[in-house]
């Protein structure tokens, strides 16, 4: 496959994010051109004799994009499209083709390209603009009206799309109600894209998800179930490994996605993973702006911060990072571990028993003993039998969520149990 350039534009000194992002594309960064501007020129962003100097670059190397650092007004893609006479991704329009280029899951899909299409209106209404005045623009030569189509077009795909996607939304929703009516805890894996998720999911339910080393690899959540070394004491819950965050998203963008991030807002216990392996300006800006993530969400449950990749740091390391990541933190819960090695697994299975919600504990004394079909049915509600002493008359302790508690409790009582809670 032929190896594709970009250059990149920007009004800032560091660009790894942006790199990074453009690399996901599989385009080789050939040169960053950095314009020192408090604001963007209104006209083309980086101002005439900027333009310029990165046209001459262009012509005279194999260019096949420009990536803008942050979005483009209208006006200013068209003009910077035409001076160039290259493809210009903004950082909102690279970011979109980036989860185009991800999405597997027919959800994601739509999300995808539903948040496209919104991305897309101003830009067409510029080109129409544009074509009355009687410019023909370039990737739509056609002119006015086969432009005018094009909004058409979007608007009503966008209508079919969302209703699409309602249809999709009351699927998850019956899913997530039965598994909360069967007593399942629900906990995901929050935090930013790479931070590790996947591979945490695999590690905490020992089984296999699609890990790669790239950006934005989950667009769709994936649910398992917990497993760990817990017998009669293990809890039943459920794990989801969910779309990464990524900083300085419009909040439209973010609403595209709300299924995948509903998923967090709506679960028990918050598992945010962040990279430790990273530099502390790194891992403190990311930490801080996930958690911000989360806090602005309607609902927002306990979190247990989980600092990823400490097979990479000394014991050293560990304590300056643990330290400086206190001061975004404050007092939540935070440990080290490894989702690569299984560093620490039994540490974060210790928080997220500790952080899960509405847990109760009843006693139920079974006058003439309990009978099988009375065991299945309380372990059929995913409780935790904790004790069973049978001498003649059954002793049970059980715990068990606050939502199977009254079930549990009636259908003993009905078998002529005394039920007492703890």
Known sequence: MDEKNAVIISLQRDNQELQHLVQALDYHVQHVFTQQRNTPDPASYIGAG????VAEYIDAHDIDCAVVDQRLRPSQWYTM???????????IRLILNIFADRAQRKTAKLQVRLASLRYERPYVRELIHRAKAGEHPGFMAGG???????????KKQMKNIKQELEKTEKVRESHRKNRRDKGFYLVSIAGYTNAGKSSLLNRLSDETVAVEERLFSTLSTTTRRLKHDRGTHAMPILITDTVGFIRDLPHWLVDAFHPTLEEIALSDVIVLLIDASEDMETIREKASVSLREIMEMENHPDIVIGL????RLSPEEQGETLA????????RPCLYLSAKTGENMDGLVDAIYTALPDRVQMEIVFPDGIDEDDMSFIFNQQAR????????????????SQRVKDKIAGRCRQRGARVRMV
């Open 50 to 53: 900027k333009i310029a100097e």
């Open 81 to 91: 499209e035409k001076e160039l006479n290259v493809t210009v991704y903004d950082r």
């Open 144 to 154: 006015q009206y086969e432009v005018a189509n094009y909004y058409e077009m979007i």
């Open 308 to 311: 990823n990749k400490a097979d």
């Open 324 to 331: 400086g990541v206190r001061e975004v933190i404050g007092a």
């Open 385 to 400: 039998v904790c004790t069973v002493r049978n001498d003649g008359t059954s002793y049970v302790r059980v715990t068990c």
